[in-house]
Structures are given as structure tokens and as C-alpha cells.
């Protein structure tokens, strides 16, 4: 990513006073935004000028949001984040599977989706080579990934493998919400994704090794029926 031309947005959203309020805080954050209040609109100026982030609503006029998730992921690299209504997790999920980034609930804050597309972004510039840390640092939460160490307030905290596996996971792409199915499919492979007792077994031992208050997780966070995310700083 280059420091001098401003990163391009897209924002897919029929809803104009979302927009209007999007617009504002975009640009003051030195984005540069195109908009579309269709899908078909979005995937044309997706393929005139490929944008670095998506933000797109699921619920559109003329195409099911999904699709054009789909469409969009056939081809563009870049993050996506999905904006949706209360209440709707399988959509969620759905989009997440289908190769989406992060997802908002609606309504959200501006902060929340800075955050979230800084954390989209972050994740962008490591994985086009910016070498990763091996040690991983989140408030008192220490994690060598070389050493394959875990540190609380530096005392050490023991693992079993299978908890150290999911912990890393989570920690390679942290800020970021992982489905049940993804965590499932990376930790345990790709014939248990089904089994979503093992990771709520799993996720609860692992917070009563780190958290100071395993009912209250400050790192290890519950996005409710889509999956986990890691705290970001
Ligand atoms: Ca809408």
C-alpha cells in the first residue's frame, strides 16, 4: 500500500443517510470513497477501479448482497466487510464462509468501523509481506510464537497442543471474527466443522487459563452465534 495515493473505499449501501454519515467520516480519516446504492452499480465500479476495501450492505434493492459477496471474492482480494441488520447470524455466517472480512451490526458507531477497517487493512499489509512479529502482545497477554510460549503478566501458562493450536489461530488474525466452521476446520481439519461443542469446551478452557475472568473475556470475545474474535489493541 502506497503512503501518498489515499486509500479507496467502496461503500454498497441503498440507504442514503448511512451514506451521507459514512461519507463524512470517511473522508476525514483521509479515505477516498466511491459509492453505490445498488449491487449491479457496485460490481461495475468495482471492475472500473479496484477498490483497496468493500463495504457492503447485505440487504440491497435489485441483488441479494450475498451475490454480489460472491461476485466481488471471484476475483478481489481486497477486504470486505459486511454491513447487516440485528438479529441476523446465519446471514452473517453465511458471508463470512462466502469470504468476507469482518461484519457490523447495524447500527454501529464510526469508531467500530474505523476499527475494524484499520484491523481489515492491517491484515492486507501482512500478508503482502510485512514480516510478522513472532511475539505476539496484547495487553498482558504475551504469545512467542517461535518459542511456542504463552505468557500472562509474564507467568508462563501451560497448553495442552490442541488449545495452543486454537489460541494461535486466533492470534494470526487477530481483530478478526472467526467462524465456528473456520476455527473448527483449522484446529481440528476439515471433517469436524460440525462439532461446535468441542470448540465451546475448548474456548473455555483456554479462558480459564488466560482471562482474568473467564465469564468476563477481555481477549477472548464471543461474537454470538457466528464465532470468536481476538481482542485487537
Ligand atoms: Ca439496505
Known sequence: MSTTTPLLLLLIEDELPIRRFLRTSLAGEGYRLVEADTGQLAVRLAV???PDLVILDLGLPDVDGQDILRQLREWLHAPIIILS???QEQQKVTALDSGADD????PFSTGE????IRVALRHVARASG???SSVFVLSDLKVDLAARRVFVQDAEIHLTPLEYKLLTTLVRHAGKVLTHRFLLKEVWGPHQVQETHYLRVFMAGLRRKIEDDPAQPRYLLTEQGVGYRLAAD
Not at 103 to 106: D, I, P
Not at 113 to 116: D, E, G, K, N, Y
Open 48 to 50: 472500473q477501479q479496484p
Open 85 to 87: 441488520a440485528r438479529d
Open 103 to 106: 461484519y457490523l451490526t447495524k
Open 113 to 116: 468501523l474505523l476499527a475494524r
Open 130 to 132: 510485512d514480516r510478522e
